[in-house]
């Protein structure tokens, strides 16, 4: 197999080429359109569809894919009736640090938007997944994250009540919740995390502000203080187009 000479590590080898060498129509287009993607900024308008189908020689529908697929991708967003260059995604650390260090890191303004703040008895699932007594009050604090007022995921957080009695009086909503905790004195000692992909309920993409057929990350995470006992257990969605995650193996 010949590879080109600036193959760059981690791209599609042979730019997704099958062996028997056929590309398809739409995606011999989306690799023209990524190219030219390359050659914008931020923000930047690409062509419609209608000239980027003549330009191409190509249908409408053709460009509509090819389209669908870099927006899915993160490389391009709608915006208003037109579509522009995305910026980069946002890269989050798989580690016990919050979502505002990660976000501040890459320059971007972290924020989040209160959906609710209840509290109710402890049921049976999150009883066995979190080791908290079956029945003992905990909150649930469902949270819009944002990065620069853009709204890129959705975070619900259960704690019990006991541990942050005045979670309800105490804490700013638009405020880190780990920041809260360290500032009580409460301190990680480890957590189990999984990752999965899935599409957002009607309720969720419309908090998110996404069509329902839009990939989502969604991380599940119970935590646990340095005495081992358990603290928080975490349902996150992040946006696919908007988000990769990061980690630093060791062996």
Same mark, same amino acid.
Request: with cysteine; hydrophobic share 35%; glycine share 10%.
């Given at each position: 197999?010949?590879?080109?000479?600036?193959?760059?590590?981690?791209?599609?080898? $042979?730019?997704?080429?099958?062996?028997?060498?056929?590309?398809?129509?739409?995606?011999?287009?989306?690799?023209?359109?990524?190219?030219?993607?390359?050659?914008?900024?931020?923000?930047?308008?690409?062509?419609?569809?209608?000239?980027?189908?003549?330009?191409?020689?190509?249908?409408?529908?053709?460009?509509?894919?090819?389209?669908?697929?870099?927006?899915?991708?993160?490389?391009?967003?709608?915006?208003?009736? &037109?579509?522009?260059?995305?910026?980069?995604?946002?890269?989050?650390?798989?580690?016990?640090?919050?979502?505002?260090?990660?976000? $501040?890191?890459? *320059?971007?303004?972290?924020?989040?938007?209160?959906?609710?703040?209840?509290?109710?008895?402890?049921?049976?699932?999150?009883?066995?997944?979190? &080791? +908290?007594?079956? &029945?003992?009050?905990?909150?649930?604090?469902?949270?819009?994250?944002?990065?620069?007022?853009?709204?890129?995921?959705?975070?619900?957080?259960?704690?019990?009540?006991?541990?942050?009695?005045?979670?309800?009086?105490?804490?700013?909503?638009?405020?880190?919740?780990?920041?809260?905790?360290?500032?009580? *004195?409460?301190?990680?000692?480890?957590?189990?995390?999984?990752?999965?992909?899935?599409?957002?309920?009607?309720?969720?993409?419309?908090?998110?502000?996404?069509?329902?057929? +839009?990939?989502?990350?969604?991380?599940?995470?119970?935590?646990?203080?340095?005495?081992?006992?358990?603290?928080?257990?975490?349902?996150?969605?992040?946006?696919?187009?908007?988000?990769?995650?990061?980690?630093?193996?060791?062996?």
């Amino acid at each position: 197999m010949d590879y080109p000479n600036d193959q760059a590590p981690g791209a599609p080898v $042979r730019s997704g080429i099958p062996e028997h060498g056929r590309i398809p129509k739409y995606y011999a287009v989306k690799a023209r359109i990524d190219h030219l993607v390359g050659e914008l900024g931020e923000g930047d308008l690409i062509p419609t569809e209608r000239d980027l189908s003549e330009e191409y020689g190509v249908a409408r529908e053709t460009v509509r894919q090819a389209l669908r697929e870099l927006v899915l991708e993160g490389k391009l967003r709608r915006q208003g009736r &037109g579509t522009v260059v995305a910026g980069p995604k946002l890269e989050q650390p798989l580690s016990l640090a919050s979502y505002t260090e990660g976000v $501040r890191r890459q *320059g971007r303004t972290p924020g989040r938007s209160l959906v609710t703040l209840d509290r109710f008895p402890c049921p049976d699932a999150l009883a066995a997944e979190t &080791g +908290l007594e079956r &029945g003992e009050p905990v909150w649930h604090l469902e949270r819009v994250l944002l990065a620069d007022e853009e709204r890129v995921g959705l975070e619900s957080t259960y704690v019990a009540v006991a541990r942050l009695p005045r979670l309800d009086t105490d804490f700013e909503p638009d405020s880190s919740f780990y920041g809260y905790l360290h500032d009580r *004195g409460i301190t990680f000692g480890d957590a189990d995390e999984r990752i999965e992909t899935v599409l957002a309920t009607p309720r969720e993409a419309l908090l998110i502000g996404t069509p329902p057929a +839009l990939p989502m990350l969604l991380i599940h995470r119970v935590s646990r203080d340095t005495a081992g006992q358990p603290l928080e257990r975490v349902r996150t969605l992040y946006r696919g187009d908007r988000f990769s995650f990061t980690a630093h193996l060791q062996g």
